[in-house]
């Protein structure tokens, strides 16, 4: 019998994959952490699959997400990534990573670890919500609202609250899934 995922799901292997083994799962790892707002923001105005299918490319061409080594980039390493076919090759979203790296080494800096600072719009637990059906499942809140604003002072770029919000899905600061879905059921 076929389990039951929640709407967004398509019938892509690997989207299923994504969904019963890391979406909603909770991320406490700083390099996993950036990985997943770097992902989130070069989704914006495309579909998840888009990037997750080019998930091991982008890996690959941003040293494995290192902010480290990420945050140095220099123009001209940023001028060959935009000639990776494996990437989206935007120009804006490209620089973002860096900036972001940038950004996320100076508030590890400040708090220690970049999951401390984030994981405080949640108060440092998921927020389990309870949906009935994909329509109620909101693209905003107010913690991605607070979020957004509070990562862009801090000079991130692609943050705004639509994709925090599906950071916070993705890295299980919330547990979005629906009540029909296996995952759901199996929480309850």
């Given at each position: 019998?076929?389990?039951e995922r929640?709407?967004?799901v398509?019938?892509?292997?690997l989207?299923?994959?994504?969904h019963?083994v890391?979406w909603?799962?909770p991320v406490k790892?700083d390099?996993k ?16 699959i888009t990037?997750l299918k ?12 290192q902010?480290e ?6 123009e001209?390493?940023?001028e060959q990534?935009l000639t990776d076919?494996?990437?989206i090759r935007n120009?804006?979203k490209v620089?973002s990573?860096v900036t972001?790296?940038?950004?996320f080494l100076r508030v590890k800096e400040?708090?220690?670890?970049f999951?401390?600072y984030?994981w405080?719009?949640?108060g440092?637990k998921?927020i ?7 329509e109620?499942?909101p693209a905003?809140?107010e ?7 509070d ?9 705004g ?17 629906t009540?029909?879905?296996?995952l759901a059921?199996?929480k309850?």
């Open positions: 019998m076929e389990k929640c709407g967004w398509t019938e892509d292997p989207y299923i994959a994504y019963d890391e909603g799962v790892d390099r952490l950036f990985e997943m707002l770097c992902l989130e923001g070069a989704q914006a105005g495309l579909s998840w990037i080019r998930r091991e490319k982008y890996r690959e061409a941003f040293d494995q997400f902010p080594i990420v945050s140095k980039y220099d001209t390493k940023v990534l076919e494996g990437i120009k804006l620089r990573v972001n790296a940038q950004a400040e708090f220690g670890s999951q401390s984030i405080k719009f949640v440092g998921p389990v919500n309870h949906w009935k059906s994909l109620e499942v905003v809140t913690e991605s609202e607070r979020m957004s604003k990562l862009k002072r801090r000079g991130f770029k692609f943050v609250p639509t994709i925090c919000y599906a950071f916070m899905q993705a890295t299980g600061m919330v547990w979005d899934h009540e029909t879905c296996f059921q199996s309850n």
